[in-house]
């Protein structure tokens, strides 16, 4: 696939202490590509170095080849987490407001606000002021400032940050009709389960470096296929103990093992079924939350702050 992105070795640091670490990456031209990693990993500082609102220290950040010019920040759509809107405004002059900005002019404005409104369900909130709004409206309004201008690149920084499921789906699909239209896609997260639903390819980083990188599909079959689901009716926890069984990752309604190399898996639904009654039993490649818990237990740097999250 075309490049559209790069970053090359480029390093952060703050008062001495090291944000951002010797990262590359490579974006491709209309893929959705994940920047994983637990809280304080480097995230949200590696956003602020593409979109030049911090400069890194060293190395290099190149969009289709070349260093970004002026007219960078008008061909992307980015949401910040750390999100404001003008609280005093009208939904209407919020959106024709950021979108000038952005160097449309108020006719072409004036015939995507209301398709976008109705699409955000926020058709009948159009002339009411932001602050009338409920923080999860808030949110829909910032996606639709973000997107409005037809961006060729969007950044969104921990996107799903506050969203309830309903718009949590709402929002992918608009995501994926974004893929489909060509538009490349980065974005941040700790929440592992939206990103295996979205990404076509992830770069995990912890304490500012990064550890895995690559498609979806090269990583799982890096880790293999003898992982196993498993839901069943009463007490699991002797599950940890089970020879043959390396690691286990317990959710509310199932478990998720990663079993030894050449362990029978008949013989460990054998043992489990003997103590438990067995609802459903699956094998499958590894859930991208339980590599990001291998990785991160195996890492030196090990995670210093919150682990990832499943929901």
Known sequence: MQEYLRLDNIRKAYDGKVAVDSLSLSVPKGAIYGILGPNGAGKTTTIRMIMDIIAPDSGNILVEGRKADGNFKNRVGYLPEERGLFKKMTLLEVITFLAQVKGWDRARINQA??????????SEYKLRKVEELSKGMQQKLQFITTLIHQPELIILDELFSGLDPLNIELIKGILLDEKRRGTTILFSTHVMEQAEKLCDFICLINQGEKVLDGSLADVKAKFGKNSIQIEMAGDGSFIREMVGVESVSEFNNYFELKLA????????????????NIRRFEMMSPSLYGIFIEVARTDPRRTSGSEASSV
């Open 261 to 276: 190399h050449n362990v029978d898996s008949h013989e460990i639904l054998k043992q489990i079924a003997d103590r438990v």
């Open 113 to 122: 606000i209301d398709p976008w409104l109705e699409k955000m369900s926020l």
